[in-house]
């Protein structure tokens, strides 16, 4: 798959409204992009320079472009993704969409991600079991990466997939597909990583392994017509992108949460019901995928913002998570809100396929045991988290101790 030229032209707004005049950098959202999403939100939708494309900060404004479909499209120009991967569900609508969509679904509806709580369970022993015993690790490293890469290699069927594996591919997928400041070194990461993706997935089809997501997509005939292995290899890619960094960073986020929040911590072990209340709110405080691209179809105006066909939008669930407009004291994280819904799954017909899968790895299995079997787990304060991203954010590192 040839990956796109080392330099994006200047996009055509197609609009007119607001427009950060350049004082929005990269390196300022990679290390805290909250401040900046405030600032955009009391303007409504902003053109931002360095991104050649228009922002859409709002709660509101995010549901309305979820929910157009006369007026977006998720098949974006030039979209990084299709780019690097090929044709895939997450940038497409309507019956292509459905069909690639339908075909790798069934290994993750509610009931399937139910069914491996067990043998999840017991990876997530096998982890602890090799820390344990130390009083101490960075906990993403030694266990949530491993953990998400080794559960979702087994979903999707990547048998001879390494933790390591995993972690590097879905790396490569995600600096490509979000490679907005257009650096070289990325591109050429991703593409020379690939061919690894492509050769694994070959295998895995080959011998498809019951149950798993390659098997499904193997047997599909969506439409009347069976997948392509160059359509299941480049929605594998999506997969692996998507489904490793998510429970990853939940896991780590949640504990980081209740930790800094010893009473919050407290109640959740005085009440295990707390814990699904703590994960969402980890997931709406700071949400694992940030950003998402779509592109106008139909001429409309969104706040103040006229757009046209062809305008280019960054469409923002971190932002709309934290939207004073719509939630109490959102910088906060507090397990204690009313029940309510956030946007860290997307919403509409591209809400995450995986949603169950997640909920399973990080709720029902990972921060339990965790819980259960760290006794006096608390933050390392010597080594304090790095914490990064916007398109996709999470912590880099998560120190801590327990009574070994």
């Given at each position: 798959m040839?990956?796109p030229?080392t330099?994006?032209?200047?996009v ?17 959202l990679e290390?805290?992009?909250y ?7 009391e ?7 360095a991104?050649q494309r228009w922002?859409?900060t709002r709660?509101?404004?995010v ?19 299709t780019?690097?991967?090929g044709p ?14 339908g075909?790798a ?5 509610p009931?399937?991600a ?7 369970r ?5 982890l602890i ?11 993403v490293s ?14 999707i069927g990547?048998?001879?997939?390494s ?15 979000s490679?907005y400041?257009?650096?070289?070194d990325t ?6 990583t690939?061919?690894e993706?492509?050769?694994a997935?070959q295998?895995a089809?080959d011998?498809?392994p019951p149950?798993?997501?390659?098997e499904a ?6 439409a009347?017509a069976?997948?392509?292995?160059e ?8 997969i692996?992108?998507?489904g ?5 960073d ?6 980081w949460?209740?930790?800094?929040h ?5 109640a ?5 019901a707390?814990?699904a ?5 980890s997931?709406r405080w ?11 179809i ?7 913002t006229d ?18 407009r ?22 509409g017909h591209h ?7 997640s909920?399973?790895q990080?709720?029902?299995v990972a ?5 259960s079997?760290?006794p006096g ?5 010597d ?10 954010r999470?912590?880099n590192d998560?120190?801590?101790t327990?009574?070994?």
């Amino acid at each position: 798959m040839a990956l796109p030229a080392t330099h994006h032209p200047i996009v055509e707004r197609h609009g007119s409204g607001p427009d950060d005049a350049g004082a929005i950098a990269h390196a300022e959202l990679e290390l805290d992009p909250y401040p900046t999403y405030r600032e955009l939100r009391e303007r409504g939708v902003v053109w931002v320079d360095a991104l050649q494309r228009w922002m859409v900060t709002r709660w509101d404004d995010v549901i309305r472009v979820e929910t157009g479909r006369q007026h977006f499209s998720s098949d974006e120009t030039d979209s990084n993704l299709t780019r690097i991967v090929g044709p895939q569900m997450l940038r497409s609508d309507g019956a292509a969409h459905k069909r690639l969509r339908g075909a790798a679904q069934d290994p993750l509806r509610p009931d399937a991600a139910a069914g491996l709580a067990d043998s999840l369970r017991a990876l997530a022993d096998e982890l602890i079991d090799g820390v344990v015993d130390r009083g101490g690790t960075d906990l993403v490293s030694s266990f949530a990466a491993p953990f998400a890469a080794l559960s979702l290699a087994k979903v999707i069927g990547l048998a001879n997939a390494s933790a390591g594996d995993i972690e590097r591919w879905s790396r490569a997928v995600l600096d490509g597909s979000s490679n907005y400041a257009d650096n070289p070194d990325t591109w050429a990461c991703t593409r020379a990583t690939m061919p690894e993706i492509d050769a694994a997935v070959q295998t895995a089809v080959d011998h498809p392994p019951p149950g798993s997501i390659i098997e499904a997509m193997c047997a599909a005939d969506g439409a009347g017509a069976p997948l392509s292995i160059e359509e299941i290899t480049a929605n594998v890619k999506v997969i692996i992108g998507g489904g490793f960094n998510e429970p990853r960073d939940a896991i780590s986020t949640t504990l980081w949460g209740m930790l800094n929040h010893p009473d919050q911590l407290a109640a959740v072990r005085d009440d295990a019901a707390l814990l699904a209340a703590a994960v969402e709110e980890s997931l709406r405080w700071v949400s694992p995928i940030g950003v998402a691209p779509r592109e106008v179809i139909s001429p409309l105006r969104l706040a103040d913002t006229d757009l046209e066909p062809g305008a280019r939008l960054l469409i923002n669930f971190a932002s709309a998570n934290r939207d004073e407009r719509h939630w109490e004291r959102p910088d906060a994280f507090d397990i204690s809100r009313p029940k309510t819904r956030h946007l860290a799954f997307g919403m509409g017909h591209h809400f995450c396929l995986g949603v169950w899968l997640s909920r399973t790895q990080v709720t029902t299995v990972a921060l339990p045991r965790l819980l259960s079997r760290l006794p006096g787990l608390a933050l390392n304060l010597d080594r304090p988290p790095a914490i990064r991203g916007w398109v996709f954010r999470g912590p880099n590192d998560l120190h801590l101790t327990w009574n070994a």
